[in-house]
């Protein structure tokens, strides 16, 4: 099944501010990751993100980009089978994490009434 993609708008933005190269690379991860997003415990590709630097990532999964440096944050709206693109940035001392904390932050109620787990 795939999953639909939503981003916010920050993320959006993110995405444009990327290099041609970089977001092909971004769309590629992006396709096959929503085949199965789901966190790998569950057989998927995510990678569960937990606590970083002081704040708490719990129920958020990643896609790493190496060869770019990237990092995609997103969290998966189970009830809708979506997954929602928080943030997509370079990874340089963590400004990546940062970001999407700030974004977690400001949409925190709307993210709640979503019925995101």
């Known amino acids: 099944m795939t999953w639909d ?8 933005k993110d995405y444009r501010s990327l290099s041609r190269s970089q977001q092909l690379t971004v769309d590629k991860a992006i396709r096959k990751v929503r085949e199965n997003p789901l966190p790998q415990s569950e057989g998927g590709y995510g990678k ?3 606590h970083k630097l002081g704040t708490n990532f719990t129920g958020f999964l990643k896609i790493k980009l190496r060869g770019e440096g990237l990092r995609i944050v997103y969290r998966l709206i189970r009830t809708k089978t979506q997954m929602l693109i928080v943030v997509i940035g370079v990874r340089e001392d963590a400004e ?19 019925n995101i787990t």
């Open 5 to 12: 993609v939503k981003f916010l708008a920050e993320a959006v």
């Open 48 to 50: 569960p993100l937990g």
């Open 96 to 114: 990546v994490y940062i970001s999407a904390q700030k974004r977690l932050q400001k949409y925190h109620k709307a993210l709640d009434s979503l």
